[in-house]
């Protein structure tokens, strides 16, 4: 294993030192007593055999049941010790990736894909726990058992121990082999499987999909095929297995039968005691295991180096948006927003998205942002709170440049609705508090009641405690929409940003939310396609090819003949043909 990967684990272990080291001191025990219970049985055997006394074979009868008792005790603790190490470094991994991504911008997901992240959050995390509970427990028995139980060995008799162990290579060998083709079978089982849960999970979700182009057959089929590739990968993987182990018993046998071969004379000449024969015979069967697993946890080694790796590897990526270490908090926040020559470039584009903007906000101001698909409008709404990362000296909020900001004080001060409104799996009323969960039931009332959503939520089975998502009702696109409204009004925070956050809501609703929106003295920045209601603003922006065409109020802009005259005259064109 390479040393970079070896530190890592060391780095993984150390918080669990103490566990690991009572962890070893048990194993050691245990094996210590494993040697003595079969020594002090070939004691029994020759004392025994020369004089049988009722009281000897009571001593000995309670010492070994006392102490097979007492080493019972002490693997299971070993056990308990040195597998929870493996899950409490799970554990801290987990917490450590996820905490890790949640510091991550949303343009790091999307060049990552979720599935792979997950994949290394739960099997590579796994592949390590495996590593630090059944390898470590292996190699540290393997250990023990052959230091402490080879010198006894050869002290009963050398020729015949290294008789006997002559075969034991070869297990070794057997498992190591095996232990490669075991694996990449079980990862043809595992692909096998995920192939075909996405299969069926894309084939319900794409249901309406499969039924209006008549494809039932042709997906069938698809499943059939997949179906009988894991069936395969897994009567492969059941062979070996089934292949494995019996090999296994059968060469442990074979250094029975060469006990038996070579130790058979030595026992009639009388050179070997017939306790001494018994105790190799159990000290052999007592070496099987711990060779044979050392096979097994090379290759859990190598697996676990490999996911090492791939964890290490999303951890080591910085976050691109960090909060300065002199950043400062906004108190009170008045709303005021400056953008100076803003120029925004995505990865791999030499177009900027941002080409020179500048504008100022006053505060209590609304200021509509419109223009055609593509002119930059939600790339200027993901950078005002940051989603997106920015060069210092660019945006402003109350005069201070929002680079400079604390993330809460940010946050906090402007909420902003993205165009795809996300819930959770939870209640309408978990979600709404989502951004504030101390705040009141009258609370969350009211900004439902803004979001014009109340009087359907009180429709729903069990009202605002009803479920929604994957586990709960389904909610139309507006009402999902109004709840994600709801939520960024609860915040009451100073600015409020929607990008195209009334899309699915119809005129008469989004004209009511606009209207009590323009009754209050906060800030707002409204993306729209719906041009009656950027009218409805102070001012309105018009985008072009990112930068800013026009600005102006709509009457002004209608006066002037330009880009908005012809968006509007269109948009009054679409509306009488419908
Ligand atoms: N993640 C991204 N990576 C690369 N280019 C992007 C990304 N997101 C947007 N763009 C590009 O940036 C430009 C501005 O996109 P933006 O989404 O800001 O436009 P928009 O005006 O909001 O459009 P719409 O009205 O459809 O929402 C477009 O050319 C778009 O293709």
Same mark, same amino acid.
């Given at each position: 294993?390479?040393?970079?990967?070896?530190?890592?684990?060391?780095?993984?272990?150390?918080?669990?030192?103490?566990?690991?080291?009572?962890?070893?001191?048990?194993?050691?025990?245990?094996?210590?007593?494993?040697?003595?219970?079969?020594?002090?049985?070939?004691?029994?055997?020759?004392?025994?055999?020369?004089?049988?006394?009722?009281?000897?074979?009571?001593?000995?009868?309670?010492?070994?049941?006392?102490?097979?008792?007492?080493?019972?005790?002490?693997?299971?603790?070993?056990?308990?010790?040195?597998?929870?190490?493996?899950?409490?470094?799970?554990?801290?991994?987990?917490?450590?990736?996820?905490?890790?991504?949640?510091?991550?911008?949303?343009?790091?997901?999307?060049?990552?894909?979720?599935?792979?992240?997950?994949?290394?959050?739960?099997?590579?995390?796994?592949?390590?726990?495996?590593?630090?509970?059944?390898?470590?427990?292996?190699?540290?028995?393997?250990?023990?058992?052959?230091?402490?139980?080879?010198?006894?060995?050869?002290?009963?008799?050398?020729?015949?121990?290294?008789?006997?162990?002559?075969?034991?290579?070869?297990?070794?060998?057997?498992?190591?082999?095996?232990?490669?083709?075991?694996?990449?079978?079980?990862?043809?089982?595992?692909?096998?499987?995920?192939?075909?849960?996405?299969?069926?999970?894309?084939?319900?979700?794409?249901?309406?999909?499969?039924?209006?182009?008549?494809?039932?057959?042709?997906?069938?089929?698809?499943?059939?095929?997949?179906?009988?590739?894991?069936?395969?990968?897994?009567?492969?993987?059941?062979?070996?297995?089934?292949?494995?182990?019996?090999?296994?018993?059968?060469? %442990?046998? /074979? +250094?029975?039968?060469?006990? =038996?071969?070579?130790?058979? !004379? &030595? @026992?009639? #000449?009388?050179?070997?005691?017939?306790?001494?024969?018994?105790?190799?015979?159990?000290?052999?069967?007592?070496?099987?295991?711990?060779?044979?697993?050392?096979?097994?946890?090379?290759?859990?080694?190598?697996?676990?180096?490999?996911?090492?790796?791939?964890?290490?590897?999303?951890?080591?990526?910085?976050?691109?948006?960090?909060?300065?270490?002199?950043?400062?908090?906004?108190?009170?926040?008045?709303?005021?927003?400056?953008?100076?020559?803003?120029?925004?470039?995505?990865?791999?584009?030499?177009?900027?998205?941002?080409?020179?903007?500048?504008?100022?906000?006053?505060?209590?101001?609304?200021?509509?942002?419109?223009? %055609?698909? /593509? +002119?930059?409008?939600?790339? =200027?709404?993901?950078?005002? !709170? &940051? @989603?997106? #990362?920015?060069?210092?000296?660019?945006?402003?909020?109350?005069?201070?440049?929002?680079?400079?900001?604390?993330?809460?004080?940010?946050?906090?001060?402007?909420?902003?609705?993205?165009?795809?409104?996300?819930?959770?799996?939870?209640?309408?009323?978990?979600?709404?508090?989502?951004?504030?969960?101390?705040?009141?039931?009258?609370?969350?009332?009211?900004?439902?009641?803004?979001?014009?959503?109340?009087?359907?939520?009180?429709?729903?089975?069990?009202?605002?405690?009803?479920?929604?998502?994957?586990?709960?009702?389904?909610?139309?696109?507006?009402?999902?929409?109004?709840?994600?409204?709801?939520?960024?009004?609860?915040?009451?925070?100073?600015?409020?940003?929607?990008?195209?956050?009334?899309?699915?809501?119809?005129?008469?609703?989004?004209?009511?939310?606009?209207?009590?929106?323009?009754?209050?003295?906060?800030?707002?920045?409204?993306?729209?396609?719906?041009?009656?209601?950027?009218?409805?603003?102070?001012?309105?922006?018009?985008?072009?090819?990112?930068?800013?065409?026009?600005?102006?109020?709509?009457?002004?802009?209608?006066?002037?003949?330009?880009?908005?005259?012809?968006?509007?005259?269109?948009?009054?064109?679409?509306?009488?043909?419908?």
């Amino acid at each position: 294993m390479a040393s970079s990967s070896l530190s890592q684990l060391y780095s993984y272990l150390k918080p669990h030192r103490g566990s690991l080291l009572l962890g070893v001191f048990t194993l050691l025990t245990t094996n210590a007593l494993g040697v003595a219970i079969p020594w002090l049985l070939a004691q029994a055997i020759d004392d025994l055999g020369r004089k049988l006394t009722s009281g000897g074979l009571l001593y000995y009868t309670l010492l070994i049941l006392g102490l097979a008792t007492v080493m019972g005790l002490i693997r299971v603790w070993s056990r308990v010790l040195l597998f929870s190490i493996g899950r409490r470094v799970e554990f801290d991994l987990k917490g450590r990736i996820f905490a890790h991504l949640l510091r991550m911008s949303p343009a790091y997901f999307a060049q990552n894909p979720v599935g792979d992240l997950i994949n290394r959050a739960t099997s590579d995390v796994e592949n390590v726990r495996r590593l630090l509970g059944f390898a470590l427990l292996s190699i540290i028995n393997t250990f023990f058992a052959y230091t402490l139980t080879l010198p006894v060995m050869l002290g009963l008799d050398g020729a015949l121990t290294l008789q006997c162990l002559a075969v034991y290579p070869l297990m070794f060998l057997a498992v190591w082999l095996f232990s490669d083709r075991l694996r990449s079978e079980q990862i043809a089982v595992q692909r096998g499987l995920d192939g075909l849960s996405s299969l069926i999970q894309e084939d319900i979700n794409g249901i309406s999909l499969i039924k209006v182009y008549a494809q039932e057959e042709n997906e069938r089929r698809a499943f059939d095929q997949k179906n009988e590739q894991l069936l395969k990968a897994n009567l492969s993987l059941a062979l070996s297995r089934n292949l494995i182990f019996p090999l296994l018993g059968g060469l %442990a046998s /074979g +250094s029975l039968l060469v006990l =038996l071969w070579f130790g058979g !004379p &030595r @026992l009639a #000449e009388g050179s070997l005691t017939i306790g001494a024969f018994a105790a190799l015979a159990i000290y052999i069967e007592r070496l099987v295991f711990p060779t044979a697993l050392l096979g097994f946890t090379i290759t859990s080694y190598q697996r676990g180096q490999v996911s090492i790796e791939r964890i290490e590897r999303i951890l080591s990526v910085a976050p691109s948006i960090v909060e300065r270490s002199d950043a400062v908090s906004l108190e009170p926040v008045r709303g005021a927003i400056d953008v100076k020559a803003l120029t925004y470039f995505f990865e791999d584009s030499d177009r900027p998205a941002l080409d020179g903007v500048n504008f100022h906000i006053e505060p209590g101001e609304s200021v509509a942002i419109v223009g %055609a698909i /593509g +002119s930059g409008k939600s790339t =200027l709404a993901n950078v005002l !709170p &940051r @989603l997106l #990362e920015i060069a210092p000296g660019q945006v402003f909020l109350d005069g201070v440049d929002v680079t400079y900001l604390r993330f809460d004080s940010l946050r906090t001060a402007i909420a902003y609705v993205p165009q795809e409104s996300f819930l959770f799996s939870a209640t309408v009323e978990e979600n709404i508090r989502y951004g504030r969960p101390d705040a009141s039931e009258q609370a969350v009332v009211a900004a439902a009641r803004q979001a014009r959503i109340h009087d359907e939520i009180t429709d729903f089975p069990r009202g605002y405690r009803t479920l929604v998502g994957e586990r709960g009702i389904t909610l139309s696109g507006g009402q999902r929409q109004r709840v994600a409204l709801a939520r960024a009004f609860l915040m009451d925070a100073p600015v409020l940003v929607l990008d195209d956050s009334l899309a699915s809501v119809d005129n008469q609703t989004a004209e009511e939310i606009l209207q009590h929106l323009a009754r209050q003295k906060r800030t707002l920045l409204l993306i729209t396609h719906r041009l009656s209601a950027a009218a409805a603003c102070d001012r309105i922006l018009v985008m072009e090819r990112g930068q800013i065409a026009e600005s102006g109020s709509h009457a002004e802009l209608l006066r002037r003949g330009g880009l908005y005259r012809q968006l509007w005259e269109q948009q009054e064109l679409e509306k009488a043909l419908s």
